[in-house]
Structures are given as structure tokens and as C-alpha cells.
């Protein structure tokens, strides 16, 4: 992938699209509204395919919009490292030939998700199963150690979270991560840089106002209710919804924390 500052020159005014994912499960028992059924992710990705999109990693995507080839591409991620991407997600997406990113918890490998108040616990992917969705042609990269709001947190913490987190990515798949995906959405200028200083090249966040750029990525969630109406909606509306209005605040708010943007 070309590097930052090549990118910032390069990538489109227009943001590009990118969705953002969690668990592929059994969505009833799911009060934050982030687990997608099979059969729901399943004609997601065809109607993607039928309008001649297709999903690749955020690291394909960034790519191919530094050469200008991002036309016809949708960056396709899923957060926390659910088992579930490995044993459901995957196998979808390789039937129509897609590729996605998936970020990972190296500091909870094959835990679950106990930063989820409500709600069912669902394992999580450990060392071996990171492997193996990298040697399926899938993107890794760290969503932090154990799913921190970074934003409320000390620069000791901050630093592992980013850096350490790297660092263990690295050590399983033989290959430092190039992307972040920040915790709950929630960014700053602190945690911006710190991101930076850690050697990721690019971040996912979900809608951070102002502070959009290559460290700072915007995502459109999709989830249950997203059929093929809502889907094109969301294609068309992308754009618009993340130009920085006047008066929108500068960071993700934190009580955005336990909700999912529509």
C-alpha cells in the first residue's frame, strides 16, 4: 500500500464506502443492533455483485483509490473478531470472489466479548483462526488489545492498546497490520496521533465529523434491517452524510459507545 502521505494526495474528495460489520449470527438476542443474519449477509453481498461492486479489504480499496481504480469497489469490514467471521462471514465471501478486513482483540484471543453488557457472549478468534482467515486472502488488522474507549484513556494504556497490539497482530500472522479500527468509534486528536506514532498506516472510525481523513476513515454500518432499498440509500447517502456540517462536533461522542449509527 502506498504510503500516507501519498495517499492523502491521492484519495478522492468523494469518501469512499466502506462497510462496517460485526458478528454473522443469529441477530434475535441483540440489543446493539450489530450482528447481520447468513441469510442476511448472504444477499447483501448479492446485491453488491449484481450492480458489478465488489468487496474487497480496506487495504485494496485505499490502494486502488491511490491509483485511481477505486471505482466499483466497496471496502467491506467487520469489527472485534468474532469466530463467527472465520466459520460463517468467510466462506461467503470467497463464494463471490469478495474480500473484506476483519480487526481483531489480540488481547482477548479465543475470549469473548465481555466489554458487551447485554447480550449473549460470543466467542472471539484466537491465534489459529487469525491465521486462517489471513491465509484466505482476508485482511487483519488490530482493533486494539481488549476493546478500550481510547479516548478515556491514559497515554500508557493508549500506547498498548496501539502499539502493543501491532506488535502481537504481527507476531501471528508474520505480518504488521497497516490498518486500526478504533473501539467503539470513538476518536480524538490524542488517539489520532498516537495511532500515527504506532505505524499503522491507515484507521477506520465510523462517523467522525471533522476529523475524516486517511487516520480517521468514515464507515456506513449495516446490519439486519439493510435490504436492497436501504442498501442503495445508503450507497447514494454516503456521501452527503459525511461532509462535515457546520456546528457538528469535532469527535466521536463517547455515549455513542453502546448505540449503532443508522
Not at 97 to 118: C, E, K, M, S
Not at 216 to 244: C, F, M, Q, Y
Request: with cysteine.
Amino acid at each position: 500500500m502506498p504510503a500516507p502521505a501519498a495517499l492523502r494526495r491521492l484519495l478522492p474528495r468523494t469518501p469512499l464506502w466502506i462497510a462496517m460489520y460485526h458478528s454473522v449470527a443469529d441477530p434475535s438476542d441483540d440489543p446493539y443492533r450489530v450482528t447481520v443474519s447468513p441469510t442476511r449477509l448472504a444477499r447483501q453481498l448479492r446485491w453488491l455483485a449484481g450492480r458489478g461492486l465488489r468487496g474487497v479489504s480496506v487495504r485494496e480499496l485505499l490502494t486502488a483509490a491511490a491509483a485511481g481504480r477505486a471505482a466499483g469497489l466497496v471496502g467491506l469490514t467487520f469489527d472485534d473478531g468474532y469466530a463467527d467471521f472465520l466459520d460463517t462471514a468467510v466462506p461467503l465471501l470467497r463464494g463471490y470472489g469478495f474480500t473484506a478486513t476483519v480487526y481483531v482483540l489480540p488481547g482477548r484471543l479465543g475470549g469473548d466479548n465481555g466489554w458487551d453488557a447485554l447480550g449473549p457472549r460470543k466467542p472471539l478468534l484466537d491465534a489459529a483462526g487469525i491465521r486462517r482467515a489471513a491465509a484466505a486472502g482476508m485482511e487483519i488488522g488490530s482493533h486494539g488489545l481488549r476493546h478500550v474507549d481510547l479516548t478515556g484513556a491514559d497515554d500508557a494504556t493508549v500506547a498498548a492498546e496501539t502499539r502493543r497490539s501491532r506488535e502481537l497482530v504481527a507476531e501471528i500472522t508474520g505480518r504488521a497490520p497497516e490498518g486500526f479500527c478504533y473501539p467503539y468509534g470513538a476518536v480524538d486528536p490524542r488517539i489520532v496521533r498516537a495511532v500515527g506514532r504506532a505505524g499503522y498506516r491507515y484507521a477506520c472510525a465510523i462517523d467522525p465529523g471533522p476529523l475524516s481523513g486517511l487516520y480517521t476513515l468514515p464507515r456506513v454500518h449495516i446490519g439486519e434491517t439493510d435490504t436492497s432499498w436501504r442498501l442503495a440509500a445508503k450507497r447514494v447517502l454516503h456521501p452527503l452524510r459525511r461532509r462535515t456540517p457546520v456546528g457538528r462536533p469535532p469527535v466521536q461522542n463517547g455515549a455513542f459507545a453502546r448505540m449503532v449509527m443508522p
